[in-house]
């Protein structure tokens, strides 16, 4: 009979992961291969699965491995949070993406749970997905551009506490590179004896608004870990989890650090693109060129194509603006400034047409907006979602506040109490000026009435569909329409007598 059976269980694991090993064919000749046998009848039950972290990231991604998986997993998210728990497991999800609240429904309860023992999941756990909050840092060393895992160090260290058996530990989580090797390095400094962790990245290509199509259908799924033979199993064994749903010749493997440089590489890239056509946003306002028509000039050439060519008043979310600013971060600390200031500069480009369109807005509005009320229409970052970080809207509101304005603002997702805190934020110590300048209505009309200025932030298709001529009849005259996404039929509202101003070309 085979001994030393330890050095066979990568191999095993690896065979079993693609299904070419059956438990019955196994042999039971002594023992120490009888406890070989007793781990492939363990891969053949339901794979347990952890998510730690019950963000917008781990609550999406695990619902759809829990459908997609049925009885061959058991997926549990945990989060410290216990509000945010509750909500997952309500009717009210705490995040809004077309579709969720179906798949979530389906699974809760059978193959899917949603809790706050931490300590119980990582020890229940066979693989665990790191899912956590990784900011830009706003503090000491690499404040404004390196990203702060202050929670991805917090989360090693708990399933080193807790673990009891040896887990693949999986970086989800959008995180610098090499943060593989900061979690294996506490990991081995803080385990148990006799238990092994291997690290893989796994990031997510979520968008927003999407992200349901985008699990059931991704374009790929990228796997990232260690080149030695247990590394590979690791990465085979959580391919196989989402092969119960992927096609196998969609799910990439790569070496750890390839990994998760592909994440911060991908979404500069698109940022990039985004930043790109608003730079020729504003030669086309300043010339008789129509943006629209240029983007669909250049996207028609097949090496460039036509997504994240739309011209707006800026890009958000949670992911552009940090995963550049740690790759600046990333190329100062390799001593490559060249490098830094190229991808610094999309983010500058972004921030000064947030600023350009507020300042044209005040402009337009006889240089003053001191006491006028000026409807905010949509306030997250991109319409089919709740999440408001770095969204355009934030910033355009702080620059019409710091004018005096009064702004009236709706959104159909977000909760007014997301909006006060985020306004607060940016308004620098003076955080009472929100109470006094800020007004949120949950009746879109009711935020329009009345104002001197209509501006669309949230490319809302809801927003097409109102009574505009309503509106203007109930505006001070001249009476403005100010589309930062290029939403509305721009024609017809100055037919019904709006001054129409948007981005990207002449009216």
């Known amino acids: 009979g085979l001994q030393g059976t330890h050095a066979f269980r990568p191999l095993l694991e690896n065979v079993f992961a693609q299904s070419f090993w059956s438990f019955n064919l196994l042999p039971r000749r002594n023992c120490s291969f009888f406890s070989l046998v007793i781990k492939v009848q363990e891969l053949k039950m339901a ?4 998510c730690i972290g019950a963000g917008y990231v781990g609550g999406p991604t695990c619902s759809i491995i829990a459908l997609k998986g049925g009885d061959k997993v058991k997926v549990t998210v945990v989060d410290i949070n216990e509000a945010r728990i509750a909500a997952w497991n309500s009717d009210e999800l705490p995040i809004f993406e077309p579709g969720l609240d179906e798949v979530v429904k389906q699974c809760r309860g059978k193959n899917l749970f949603f809790s706050t023992d931490v300590a119980g999941a990582i020890k229940e756990s066979d693989i665990i997905f ?76 979520l968008a927003e608004g999407t992200a349901v199509s985008d699990l059931l259908s991704p374009d790929r799924v990228l ?32 070496n750890t650090w390839s990994s998760e440089l592909s994440k911060l590489a991908a979404n500069a890239f698109l940022a990039q693109r985004i930043s790109s056509i608003n730079a020729m946003s504003a030669i086309c306002e300043a010339t008789e060129a129509d943006v629209q028509e240029v983007a669909r000039a250049i996207g028609k050439d097949s ?97 019409l506040m710091d004018e005096g304005a009064q702004l009236a603002i709706f959104d159909p997702k977000v909760k007014p109490a997301q909006i006060d805190q985020d306004l607060k934020e940016v308004s620098q110590g003076q955080e009472e000026r929100v109470e006094r300048l800020v007004t949120v209505h949950t009746d879109p009309y009711a935020a329009m009435d009345g104002a001197h200025a209509v501006v669309i932030l949230t490319e809302w298709d809801e927003f097409k569909d109102y009574d505009y001529s309503k509106v203007y009849a ?25 001054s129409v101003e948007v981005i990207g070309k002449r009216i």
């Not at 959008?174 to 990245?201: H, M, W, Y």
């Not at 552009?320 to 983010?347: C, G, H, M, T």
């Open 130 to 205: 790191v899912s956590v909050n990784t900011p830009t840092k706003k503090y000491g060393l690499g404040k404004g551009s390196a990203a702060d895992v202050k929670y991805i160090e917090s989360c090693a260290r708990s399933i080193a506490e807790h673990s009891e058996s040896s887990k693949i530990v999986i970086e989800k989580s959008t995180v610098p590179a090499r943060t593989a090797e900061t979690l294996s390095r506490i990991l081995e400094a803080n385990c148990k004896q006799g238990i092994r962790f291997d690290i893989l990245s796994n990031p997510e290509f």
């Open 474 to 498: 109930s505006m001070p005259k001249p009476a403005w329409m100010f589309d930062g996404r290029l939403l509305l039929d721009h024609h017809k509202l100055k037919d019904i007598g709006f």
């Open 223 to 254: 796997i990232g870990g260690a080149t030695t033979p247990e590394g590979q199993a690791a990465v085979a064994r959580l391919s196989a989890v989402y092969e119960h749903w992927v096609p196998k010749e969609r799910i990439i493997t790569t």
């Open 303 to 399: 090496r460039l194509g036509h997504k994240f060519l739309q011209a707006s008043v800026g890009f958000g979310g949670s992911c552009f603006q940090k995963d550049i600013l740690n790759l600046v971060y990333l190329a100062d600390s390799l001593n490559l400034p060249e490098v830094a200031d190229y991808w610094r500069q999309v983010v500058i480009l972004n921030d000064w047409q947030e600023r350009r369109f507020a300042s044209r807005i005040i402009r337009k509005l006889f240089n003053t907006v001191s006491g006028k009320k000026i409807a905010i229409m949509g306030f997250a970052f991109k319409k089919d979602t709740g999440d408001t970080r770095e969204s355009a809207s934030i910033y355009v509101c702080q620059h």
């Open 47 to 50: 794979t347990k699965i952890c």
